[in-house]
């Protein structure tokens, strides 16, 4: 519902009905639409170590097959990229990646900064980190370049669902690929 409609649409009221769970079990659950979201949060924000996950299950042979195929895991490109992967836990990662970007957006509005935890993409950043410094790439600093890749991912990311199928073209996303690894070469 928050990744169709938005965070403001999102009631207990609506979340229950489209849930069809009466409001009272989702009120014991959820005492308030703040504790949802930040579950809703948590749960999304795992599909991200999900996907890194995936990347590294398929073993690209390079460190540019690696970046390219985390970019294309994360704006949805391809097909899936494991056999274990089906086109319908694909489309709920798309889900949950437009609700977490609706999330995100949410957690920047807490008054005084909120909780700094909500919106922290080091554990995910460090993730890709950790990932790209296996491969051996003489230069190549590896904690920039998952910056960089992270942040492009985030870019494409908003493209796409602004209907620009950027992750179809894996020429364009082989090129971006490419120019991230160089700018991250001393």
Request: glycine content about 6%; aromatic content about 6%.
């Amino acid at each position: 519902m928050i990744s169709r409609d938005g965070i403001a649409a999102a009631s207990l009221r609506r979340i229950a009905q489209e849930a069809d769970v009466p409001l009272s079990s989702l009120n014991h659950v959820y005492p308030s639409k703040q504790d949802l979201l930040r579950d809703a949060w948590d749960r999304s924000h795992q599909l991200v170590f999900q996907i890194v996950e995936e990347v590294i299950d398929s073993r690209p042979k390079t460190l540019h097959g690696a970046v390219s195929t985390l970019i294309l895991a994360f704006v949805g490109g391809e097909q899936p990229i494991t056999p274990q992967s089906s086109s319908e836990s694909r489309a709920h990662i798309e889900n949950a990646q437009r609700a977490q970007y609706e999330l995100y957006l949410w957690a920047s509005r807490i008054p005084d900064g909120g909780d700094n935890d909500v919106t922290d993409y080091s554990p995910a950043i460090f993730s890709i980190e950790t990932f790209l410094k296996s491969y051996e790439y003489p230069g190549v600093n590896a904690e920039a370049l998952s910056q960089v890749v992270a942040a492009m991912i985030d870019g494409l990311f908003l493209q796409t669902m602004s209907g620009n199928s950027v992750g179809s073209n894996r020429d364009r996303v082989d090129r971006i690929s490419a120019g991230l690894i160089s700018s991250c070469t001393d």
